[in-house]
Each structure stands twice: as C-alpha cells, then as structure tokens.
C-alpha cells in the first residue's frame, strides 16, 4: 500500500519563527489533506490540496503531485499552533473519502 | 449545529467485554468513518460507509463491526475486546461530493 513520511518528527520554535514541514508519499495520488491535532486531542481540518499552493492566513500549503510531495508553512507561529501535524493521501478507490495519515510532526511554539 | 458527537468520551474495558462507540452527525454527510490512532502511527482506518446501509473494511478492520442504518449514526461495535485495541478512536463524516473530514472529539479505550 501507499506509504506516507512526515519529517521533521518533532520540532521546537520560539514564537514568531517561520517552519516548513514535508509530506513524502511513495505512489501517485489524487487527494491530500492536511490536518492539526491541537494539545486536547481535537481534529482540525486545514487543507486539502492534491496539488497547486493554497493559503489561509499565516498558513499556507504546496503539493507537487508529480514529485510525491506536499509542504506546510506556517509563518509568524504562535503557541497556539503547537500540536501535531498530520498530512493524509488519499487512496485510490471508487469513493475518494479514504486516506492513509503520516505518523505527524510534532510542533511546539515555546513563549 | 453540534457536527460529530461522540460517545463515550472514555471508557475501559476488561478482556473479553463488548461495547458499541457511538458516532453521530447532523450535517447530512453521506460519508462516515473510523480511525484509530496509536502513538506514533497517525491514524488508521477501520471501516467506513458511503450512505445508510453501505459498509466496507479498511485498513485495521479486525474485531470491529460496524452498521448504517441511517445517514445521521454509524456505531463500531468491539466484539471481545483485547488489549491491542487500547487505542483512541475518532469518527470522520464528510459530504461525498466534497473534500475535508469533520472529526468528532474522540473516545479513549483501555482495555485492561
């Protein structure tokens, strides 16, 4: 089955310092989707992105889909952006609503 | 709107024992599922459903059962829990004709 790389596994910033976390996948794919699980465990969904860039305020995303990778920025962080990042692809099925998640990226904004 | 309730919020379980973990949206999405994660391993997929009365198994669907008996609930039943399936459980729903899961806030199992 596809396989899904997230790196860094872990990462410290001190606020207002920019990051870029990567998204490797071993086969071609047609969604992704990036998420944040924040401290108290809860789900956020803040792209889905099969390609091109897209941004949403201090965040923004690129895939590029031919070469089996996806990056998140966040720019200017705060401690409320501490948590997990996960980046999930989609699977190649009839329906398009399934996706295998990366193991995450850790981020902690220190004050 | 209160999107994807679930139920319980935590629960443990002795060897052996079932239960059934509740999962309920208001938004009309066709499609549901469950994930499990782990630490360390993101999240798995366990079944999912594309409308009431359709099913089907994902990645990790052994010792769970699932129904769709209607667009708004879709329950994962363990059957005889094991320690192995000590885990944190979240349910998804989306609309099929769009992207971007809603997840519920999750139930943590222990099974003991």
């Known amino acids: 089955g596809i396989q899904v790389e997230q790196s860094p596994p872990d990462l410290i910033l001190q606020e207002g310092a920019n990051s870029t976390l990567r998204c490797n996948f071993s086969?071609?794919?047609?969604?992704l989707q990036w998420f944040h699980q924040n401290p108290w465990g809860q789900l956020i969904n803040l792209f889905y992105?099969?390609?091109g860039t897209k941004q949403n305020g201090r965040l923004s995303a690129t895939t590029v889909a031919t070469e089996r990778y996806s990056l998140l920025y966040i720019s200017s962080s705060q401690t409320t952006d501490s948590g997990v990042y996960f980046c999930a692809v989609g699977l190649a099925d009839n329906y398009g609503q399934n996706f295998v998640f990366g193991p995450g990226t850790r981020l902690s904004v220190l004050p | 709107n209160a999107g994807v309730t679930q139920t319980p919020k935590f629960q443990v379980l002795k060897t052996g024992q079932s239960m059934t973990l509740q999962c309920a949206q208001d938004?009309?999405?066709?499609?549901m599922s469950w994930y499990r994660q782990d630490p360390g391993m993101g999240l798995r997929l366990i079944h999912y459903?594309?409308?009431?009365?359709?099913?089907d198994q994902g990645e990790v669907p052994n010792g769970y059962n699932v129904s769709r008996s209607t667009t708004e609930d879709f329950p994962l039943r363990l059957l005889s829990a094991a320690p192995s399936q000590t885990s944190v459980y979240f349910c998804a729903s989306s609309p099929l004709s769009q992207y971007g899961y809603t997840f519920g806030s999750g139930t943590r199992l222990t099974v003991v």
């Open positions: 086969d071609s794919v047609n969604n």
């Open positions: 992105i099969p390609s």
């Open positions: 938004m009309n999405h066709e499609y």
């Open positions: 459903s594309v409308g009431a009365g359709i099913t």
